[in-house]
């Protein structure tokens, strides 16, 4: 049972669509958050969410939103696809208060904006 | 301002032998969390070793161990007898406030055999 799974894997798409990447942890946790990783390996904090709640918007584009419909649920929609837009995102979830700190990472989505 | 900064970009390594990766953050909290991550060329990002910064006492986990000095923000890791598999990004990262986790921009590592 994959603990931090995110759909799709891959993902090419033009200049202007709009996407969605899906994601949902079994593990319980109340806190989950998208990572983008960009061309150079940088993994920069797009969002994080706690039982539902934005916690933390990182100056993303209006482009991006993410939605919550359930603390196990957090999805990430995107509008009007530029070619910066092309990266890895990642989702992780984690407990805010208690356990061991760390982020259970889902695989990754590749995005390809052409 | 950088909160986690990895000073090695590129890192290579003999099999076997022992290797350093260097890790300094940035923070005016006395309790946090550091962590290394790797990601080895599947992308999956994997949980190598944690540290609670109450603790004195470094991190050990088999092969993997950090130097961890509070004073001077330092968290570095340790490889011993490293192996092939080994060869991945390793990703320093800092457990700013409860629902933010902040990554340096990683170190490559390469294992000749």
């Known amino acids: 049972d994959t603990a931090v799974s995110q759909t799709p894997k891959y993902l090419v798409t033009q200049m202007g669509n709009d996407k969605s990447i899906k994601c949902e942890q079994n593990?319980?946790?109340?806190?989950m958050y998208w990572y983008k990783q960009d061309s150079k390996k940088f993994l920069k904090i797009m969002f994080s969410?706690?039982?539902?709640?934005?916690?933390i918007n990182e100056t993303v584009p209006n482009r991006f939103s993410p939605k919550s419909p359930d603390k196990a649920h957090l999805n990430l929609h995107i509008n009007s696809l530029e070619l910066g837009d092309s990266a890895v995102y990642f989702c992780?979830?984690?407990?805010?208060?208690?356990?061991?700190?760390?982020?259970?990472f889902g695989e990754g989505s590749r995005l390809t904006v052409l | 301002a950088q909160t986690v900064t990895q000073s090695q970009p590129e890192m290579s390594v003999q099999e076997a032998e022992t290797v350093t990766l260097s890790c300094t953050y940035d923070?005016?909290?006395?309790?946090?969390?550091l962590f290394w991550y790797k990601q080895p060329p599947s992308r999956q990002m994997i949980l190598v070793i944690r540290?609670?910064?109450?603790?004195?006492q470094n991190a050990t986990e088999n092969r993997f161990s950090v130097n961890f000095q509070k004073a001077a923000k330092s968290f570095s890791l340790k490889i011993s007898d490293s192996q092939l598999g080994d060869a991945a990004m390793y990703f320093c990262?800092?457990?700013?406030?409860?629902?933010?986790?902040?990554f340096g921009a990683g170190t490559r590592l390469t294992v000749k055999p």
């Open positions: 593990l319980g946790h109340d806190t």
């Open positions: 990262a800092y457990r700013r406030g409860l629902n933010d986790m902040r």
């Open positions: 923070t005016s909290e006395s309790d946090y969390y």
């Open positions: 969410y706690n039982n539902k709640e934005l916690i």
């Open positions: 540290q609670e910064a109450y603790k004195q």
């Open positions: 992780a979830s984690s407990w805010t208060a208690t356990g061991t700190g760390e982020l259970f």
